[in-house]
């Protein structure tokens, strides 16, 4: 499941970060491994980014990106 | 002694940095505000060092410009400390990096600032078990309040005057770690200033392009590492800059474990504001409200002191024939120099200074990057992401900036767009001329609606030429950080600092401006250059008079204003320049050519072809815009909509 496709205030967590070098290694640096717990806290409207909450950091994604990042619902 | 300081982007290092060398580093709660070193040397503790504030930094992985510089710095300048903020309330993603610099082997001192921040999110943290582990000295600290500073710089001196070398925390993965000292083995002979397993890992991550930068006879070496980095990933199944991540995020999970635990959050206003302020619809409502009435503020204030300012200035100019003699060159010179001071006090001033403290306050506040949050979509519709935004918002403060902010964008593409569209928001410069000509004449109502038409124009311009360089842009990633309620001190320090840039560099060249437009009049020759400005004047309608302070608006945009009512001849423009014209002379100022800052800056950050192409572009866009402006006055007026 996509990261885009998940509800809000649902806690998911990260498999894999697609993505060319840049976002990727953006992503790790702000702290999304695989393993990591996130939730999706607000979405803008007009097809506009999503925030998300990880590890206590506030991180605002926009929907391209969330598009490559899968995840999994939490146990 | 040379102290680095390094953390990871809105940890608090500028805060620091001021505390202790003055307000020196312009300061945001907006990751990404430094994007250049400052150094500075400073007295602490009776020893004076040079501290060196980096642009933030995720990591050491370069990922943009910014980035690339602060590796550049810490492996070619000889840095003898490296003093490592970290934000307590984000201790996991801190020390990812502070794991990192450990591996760099040099003296090393942590910081861990926003103790407050994190104690009221419920987190306590164990520093004296967290310096045990790390076999590194780790410090709280509150830089905004300035708590914990001199115990900080204490440990610091005693870190640089023994030298002591720190060890790196071996990675969990034995394959890995293997490979690591087996590379730093070849790396003995090389003749760098760096710990061999730092820069063994830092070849692994990074490719050997940190070789490219010193010599190019390491070819059997590049070729060794470009093995060694295949042979991590057939193994691992990812390039070793994701596993040495891994490794880290891993190592700094399992600190974060043995040293801080998290209690109750304290539900305060700002866990909840972002309900409300990042809400699909009630954010933008807000978002509106809150440009509206900053711009009402700005408004309100500058025209109650433009006008009695204005008036005491120009009886006072009136008068001085009475006493040195009507028409005497003395008289044109204390009349220029009169008008260059009435210009700074009276209208440019009187606009700035509310500006700026606003900014200043939605800067701290951490409103800005909910900006780029609601925002990213128009932005996308421009062609560029939401993280554009910054260099827009710093635009209306400065273009400079603005344009030095493009840095932070990763695509060569993005940067040109952004500072192309950059260049046009009109910066507090050109606040002079909207508000103290079309604010103060025809009201706040049209004033703001020329700032509408700017943003439309900008967005227009930006749909137009991300046609022409078809690519998606890749999207947006930004940390959006907590709330942060700014002291007056550091608004009133900032204010200041932006300023002082007013008062010490435009004010000097608008008082020799005017004095140059008095001398001009008085020996005739502003004819001739209003002559060279005539076909653009022609062409919008405008008195040709207005040339001299066009031209002169390339130096300092503020000019084109103060300089009109001379050019004029007039103390109330309204005389001389109908509505039509006044606003048809805004939007020209607005767009026209970038100010001699402003271009050198396109040249340093793109480079003269684009400069020349940026600056050409923007006189035809503020052509056009002055024509559809003109155009769109002279049918809304019978409407009786405009005034």
New interface residues.
């Given amino acids: 499941m996509k990261l885009l496709n998940v509800d809000d205030n649902i806690q998911v967590e990260i498999i894999s970060c697609k993505?060319?070098?840049?976002?990727?290694?953006?992503?790790?640096?702000?702290?999304f491994?695989?393993g990591d717990r996130i939730t999706v806290?607000?979405?803008?409207?007009?097809?506009?980014?999503l925030?998300v909450e990880a590890?206590?950091?506030?991180?605002?994604?926009?929907?391209?990106?969330a598009g490559k990042i899968e995840v999994k619902a939490c146990v | 002694m040379r102290v680095a300081l390094i953390g990871q982007p809105n940890c608090g290092k500028s805060t620091l940095f001021n505390q202790v060398a003055g307000y020196k580093a312009d300061t945001g709660n907006f990751p990404g505000t430094t994007v250049t070193f400052t150094e500075s040397s400073v007295k602490v503790i009776g020893e004076t060092i040079d501290l060196v504030d980096l642009p933030g930094t995720y990591s050491l992985t370069a990922s943009n410009l910014a980035e690339k510089e602060v590796i550049r710095y810490l492996s070619s300048n000889h840095v003898d400390v490296i003093l490592n903020l970290v934000d307590a309330s984000h201790l996991v993603q801190g020390l990812d990096l502070t794991l990192e610099l450990l591996e760099l082997g040099k003296p090393l001192v942590v910081g861990m600032n926003m103790m407050d921040e994190a104690a009221r999110m419920g987190i306590t943290i164990d520093g004296p078990h967290l310096q045990q582990i790390l076999g590194v000295p780790v410090l709280p600290l509150i830089a905004s309040k300035g708590r914990g500073i001199k115990q900080l710089f204490t440990t610091v001196l005693d870190a640089g005057s023994n030298g002591k070398v720190v060890n790196r925390i071996p990675y969990k993965n034995q394959q890995v770690e293997g490979i690591i000292l087996e590379l730093s083995k070849n790396l003995q002979d090389l003749n760098l200033d760096w710990n061999r397993e730092a820069l063994a890992i830092r070849l692994l991550e990074d490719g050997s392009e940190l070789l490219n930068d010193s010599e190019s006879e390491h070819q059997e070496l590049k070729e060794e590492v470009e093995i060694y980095i295949r042979q991590v990933t057939e193994q691992q199944g990812k390039t070793p800059g994701w596993v040495f991540s891994e490794e880290r995020h891993f190592l700094a999970q399992e600190l974060t474990k043995q040293v801080m635990t998290r209690g109750e959050e304290r539900v305060t206003w700002q866990t909840r504001a972002d309900d409300i302020l990042l809400h699909p619809f009630w954010g933008y409502v807000i978002l509106l409200g809150i440009l509206w009435a900053f711009f009402q503020a700005v408004y309100l204030t500058g025209s109650a002191i433009e006008g009695p300012l204005i008036s005491l200035f120009d009886g006072l100019i009136a008068n001085l024939g009475k006493y040195t003699g009507v028409g005497s060159f003395l008289t044109d010179i204390l009349t220029g120099i009169l008008q260059g001071i009435a210009g700074g006090v009276a209208i440019v001033l009187p606009y700035l200074m509310p500006f700026l403290l606003g900014m200043g306050f939605l800067e701290d506040v951490g409103y800005l990057p909910r900006l780029a949050f609601l925002m990213d979509s128009l932005m996308q519709k421009m062609g560029l992401h939401g993280k554009a935004i910054v260099p827009f918002i710093l635009g209306y403060g400065c273009n400079v900036p603005a344009v030095m902010a493009t840095r932070t964008l990763e695509d060569r593409r993005d940067r040109f767009l952004a500072a192309t569209l950059s260049v046009m928001v009109p910066c507090a410069a050109r606040i002079a001329v909207i508000f103290g000509l079309v604010a103060f004449y025809l009201g706040s109502k049209i004033a703001l609606l020329i700032y509408i038409f700017n943003i439309i124009v900008i967005a227009l311009t930006g749909r137009i030429l991300s046609w022409r360089i078809l690519k998606k842009s890749p999207g947006l990633i930004l940390e959006v950080p907590p709330y942060r309620m700014p002291t007056l001190r550091t608004m009133l320090n900032k204010t200041w600092f932006r300023a002082k840039e007013f008062v010490i560099e435009a004010w000097p060249i608008l008082i020799a401006g005017s004095i140059f437009l008095e001398l001009a009049n008085r020996y005739n020759f502003a004819g001739f250059l209003n002559l060279l400005a005539r076909p653009f004047t022609w062409v919008l309608g405008l008195p040709s008079a207005v040339g001299v302070p066009l031209i002169f608006g390339v130096l300092r945009k503020e000019l084109s204003m103060i300089m009109l009512r001379q050019a004029l001849n007039v103390t109330d423009i309204s005389q001389a320049l109908t509505p039509e014209q006044m606003i048809t002379f805004t939007i020209f100022v607005v767009f026209y050519i970038p100010c001699l800052a402003t271009l050198a800056a396109l040249r340093k950050e793109l480079n003269t072809r684009d400069m020349l192409i940026i600056a050409a572009l923007t006189v035809v866009v503020a052509m056009a815009t002055a024509l559809v402006g003109r155009g769109l006055v002279i049918l809304l007026t019978p409407l009786g909509i405009l005034f």
């Fill in positions: 993505g060319g070098r840049g976002i990727s290694s953006k992503l790790r640096q702000l702290g491994m695989p806290i607000q979405r803008a409207p007009f097809n506009g980014p925030l590890n206590g950091r506030t991180v605002a994604l926009g929907r391209g990106v």
